[in-house]
């Protein structure tokens, strides 16, 4: 971030431009949300910070119609540079995605062909494999029960879309808090793929009670097969990767055979406060971190894929990042736009599922439950 | 004249002293209070400029939502876990290395005292590798008596994990009243034990009559100390080893939730209010034990 601060200060020498950042931003920054004197430019990403929260808040300048015909400074329209479309609340948009990432499940390739188990392309290859696996002496599937969140966005969201049709609409409904998309069946069948996975066994037991980095330690110590995560897993573990481990990466273990792909992405987006004293500047600062040069950069300093399009395979990227980008841009995976649930229906998913995974509770239970905490949120 | 000169410097010698720690304790004690108190009455998201002010709602809503409950149920339950667990242990290590000729005595008072110097991040951290299915401690020990490989969540029973946050809590709480209790109990003199011996009184008999009844105000405190702060400090330890409240809720205490709502979940005045009620059952829980407790202490003379 420095660096593009550096070279857009470069280009535009008379601006005064202070950068606030660091691992504690985001609390650091709250008072002056608070007190109606926020940062211009903002950087959406980390713990206490949360896009549907500061757009219920009123905290974003609404950029929907700057955004419509917003060009970057090499005369480009930024929408159609972008892989992923901005979300949006109520049909507005408050912000854009710049860093782009996916859900999916990861396995060790060079353990696969180690062992002759294949890559699963759809639900009965991913149980016909896990039943091998643990036939072999090896737990199928391994998440992190104490953030939840890991296994609804890489296995319980993609079944959803899968089980829709390959519609992802219903997400996004759900997301608005739409009482009828909840009542959906697909919501039902998704649900009770996690069920069957349960059922058979192929949860490690430890998942429950562990969080991400012990079930990171454990895949990589091939205790486990399988593991639901997002793209930023391999460097996030990059002191701790066995010689020889070969990161694959699937997005989706839930489609009907000869189904579609499911890729569940993530992004960390770009936002202008409402209250912003420079709203200008903010946005031509919007329009240079854009461009392609801008983005490119970003990718190669950070490690993180950017939401800019462009071709990597021949970039420096790594394999799995090489395979994550031929999913996304494949005719046979649908690219699940991100998707942001209000905080307390997300925290009821999360609770829910882990109450399904444990056998604690049913799938109809589950639909219940969140259902209840979604009817209450309109009011 | 000259008395009143006099008194008036003496006051003024005692206010000295007395104002700049009541300022302290405004500052830093009452204003939050009050300030807690008062947002407990809106409903704001603790990120926005706005907030909205909705009278009792927050706690209307506090009555009806299962989680607090539960969550007082578990606060309540590591109180009295803990407050058994810790008097009993505590008590008897302390008579133990007290009472019976041990002989390296104080090298059991330095390990009973260990894990009182230990943050309780460490702790938490210690009990999560113990507890860890896959790689614990605990796990591998029982392993050791079975023909099958023992793979038991320890933090991931539906209902009974919250049992599992007693023996890191006791553990950790015994050295501390421990040592309280030696204190009291090396201050008793030894005539009172030769006496009871020769009258042909039994350890137990000695325990109860002598030991005990000497050592009550000792006892007192350290039960009204663990009461408060397991009921004010039970989050870390919730927080730590099963990140608030998993699974699914199961393993809360008031202060876990009252994080959760407040800086999780978007709830600050919710928070608030549940942060009142955690005041206001906890002035209660003590103003009850004091009266349970009220019992004639016996002074040496």
Redo the contacts between chains.
Sequence with gaps: MEKVIADFQAANPDLKIKQSAGPKINEQM?PR????NPPDFVYIDGP?L?DR??V????LEDLTDWIKDAKNVDGEKILDLLAQKPQEFDGKIYNIPFVLSAWGIFYDKALFKDKGWAEPKDFEDFLATSETIKAAGINPFIHT???PYYINGAVLYPAIVSANNNDYTLLQNMAKNDPEAWKNPAILKALNRIVQIRDKGFI????????HT?SQS?FLQH?DAFIPNGLWLPNEMAKDVPGGFDFGFIPSITQDKGGKFVANTSTATFGIAKKAKNKDAAKAFMQFVFSKAQATQWAELSGAPSNVKGDISSSKAPNFVKDAARFLSSPDTVVVPTVSFS??VD?AMQ??T??LT???ITPEEWVKRVSDVVAKQKK | MKTSAKMWKRNLFIASFIIPTFLFFCVFTVYPVIQALQKSFYDW?G????SEFIGFDNFIEMFKDPIILTAIGNDYFLVVGKVIGIMMLATFFAVALTRFKLRSSGFFRAIFFIPNVISVVVIGVLWNFI?????GFLNAFLSLFTKEKV??????F?KHTIWMLLPPTIWAGIGFYMILMIAAIVNIPASYYEAANIDGAGQWGQFRHITMPLIWEQIKVSIINIVITTLNGSFVIVQLM??GG????TTHVMGSYLY?MA????HFGYGAAIGVMILVISMITTLILQRILRQETIEMS
């Design positions: 709250k949300w608070i007190a109606g206490e949360f929260q500061m219920t808040d009123g905290q029960g104490k953030y490690d037991k430890a998942s429950v009670q562990i969080n012990d454990l205790k905080a307390d925290k609770d829910a882990v109450a444990i056998g604690k | 998201s990120m926005s400029e706005n507890y860890n299915p896959q790689i793979d038991i969540a320890w933090l991931g539906p099963t990140n998993q699974p699914d809720n959760r800086f999780q979940q978007y």
